[in-house]
């Protein structure tokens, strides 16, 4: 399937690459099908990615595995919520967090309080407000980033 996007241009999309979020996402509800695409060379390791319509090509939405930024991230939420995904379990769930990268870089964000939760077997998704009162909507990532890459040996 051939899909056309305003960052990356025309791309070929296998219909198994295909997510729908029968509900839409927050803000965009009335666009259901997405897929994800990485902006990386194949030896390259990745931690942003784009959820990106192939219904509108200029909504793509940066995101991120939210295990890169917090190894304790754990969203609570009512089963209820996530039934009509199929049976979630430990090797089919796929969970991403928005990402906010305004001009000023020192201000990049991620949205713990609303992920994404994707079941890859069924390839099916929603947007969740997670229970953690904790969870912030704008968790400054900026100074974890850089501490990663300090760690990893890059500037």
């Known amino acids: 399937m051939l899909i056309q996007t305003k960052y990356f241009g025309q791309?070929?999309?296998?219909?198994?690459k295909i997510i729908v979020f029968p509900r839409g996402i927050m803000g965009f509800e009335?666009?259901?099908?997405?897929?994800?695409?990485?902006?990386i060379e194949e030896t390259e390791e990745f931690s942003i990615s784009w959820l990106q319509?192939?219904?509108?090509?200029?909504?793509?939405?940066?995101?991120?595995n939210p295990l890169y930024i917090r190894q304790d991230y754990n969203p609570l939420v009512e089963d209820e919520v996530l039934k009509d995904l199929g049976e979630i379990k430990e090797n089919n769930l796929v969970i991403?967090?928005?990402?906010t990268v305004p001009s000023d870089v020192t201000k990049t964000s991620v949205n713990l309080k609303a992920p994404f939760i994707i079941n890859a077997d069924t390839r099916k998704g929603c947007q969740i407000i997670a229970d953690n009162p904790d969870y912030e909507i704008k968790y400054n990532v900026y100074e974890h980033?850089?501490?990663?890459?300090?760690?990893?040996?890059?500037?």
């Not at 009335?30 to 902006?39: G, K, M, P, R, V």
């Not at 991403?96 to 990402?99: A, N, S």
């Open 11 to 16: 791309v070929d999309i296998e219909e198994e």
């Open 30 to 39: 009335n666009y259901t099908s997405y897929t994800i695409l990485y902006d």
């Open 53 to 64: 319509s192939t219904e509108e090509a200029s909504l793509a939405i940066p995101v991120v």
């Open 96 to 99: 991403l967090l928005t990402m």
């Open 145 to 155: 980033v850089k501490r990663i890459k300090r760690q990893k040996g890059e500037s």
